[in-house]
């Protein structure tokens, strides 16, 4: 009898000593322990780096986008300001000023209308809008213009003389071109139509 309650004695220690051993596993950590998910977490605060990606140079394409932008007020705008010159008789200079008042007027309206529809009232809007065209519109309507005065004859064509489509289209198509590098710059500094990409 003492001999079975020895042997269960021993096997009781046995078993006790095995609990002890798996409870030195709860020490062990795995691969996915701990200090790994510590690395992953470390890992995790990288990403918010990534929306630091759009900092810097602003791309081509999205100041060709703001120049194209640009350049369709302008283009409605003097043409506007042309029909109504011709319609009035005016001559040459009140007749480009004109176009030159309108270009900026339905540039600005583009913009605005779309800061307004964001939801934007419009005297908050306006000071945006300036920012964001005023240089733009003044250096393409320099070129443009400075291109149609040196264009032999193209100051003095009319609405039905294609002289005067050709000037003009050949006109905002170098506006375009010289506009666009300077909206890239720009940009890529937080200002001109950076300023609104935000309500877009």
């Not at 419009?122 to 945006?128: C, D, G, H």
């Not at 170098?174 to 720009?186: D, Q």
Request: glycine letters at 12%; proline letters at 4%; charged letters at 10%.
């Amino acid at each position: 009898m003492q001999h079975e309650q020895h042997a269960h004695h021993e096997h009781e220690h046995d078993e006790h000593q095995g609990h002890e051993g798996h409870a030195g596993h709860q020490g062990h950590t795995s691969p996915h322990g701990p200090t790994d998910h510590g690395g992953h977490a470390a890992h995790a605060g990288h990403t918010g780096h990534a929306g630091h990606a759009g900092h810097g140079p602003a791309s081509w394409a999205m100041a060709a986008q703001a120049t194209l932008h640009c350049l369709t007020g302008c283009a409605i705008g003097e043409i506007l300001g042309m029909v109504i010159g011709t319609a009035f008789g005016w001559g040459n200079l009140p007749t480009m000023i004109l176009a030159i008042i309108l270009a900026f007027a339905f540039g600005y309206a583009l913009t605005l209308r779309g800061i307004l529809k964001a939801g934007l009232d419009f005297k908050s809007a306006l000071p945006i809008a300036l920012a964001a065209d005023t240089v733009s519109i003044a250096v393409m309507e320099i070129i443009d213009n400075g291109f149609i005065v040196l264009w032999p004859g193209a100051m003095d064509a009319t609405l039905s003389d294609a002289l005067f489509w050709i000037s003009l289209a050949a006109s905002l198509a170098l506006a375009f071109v010289i506009t666009t590098p300077v909206n890239k710059w720009m940009i890529g500094r937080g200002k001109g139509h950076a300023v609104v990409h935000q309500f877009h």
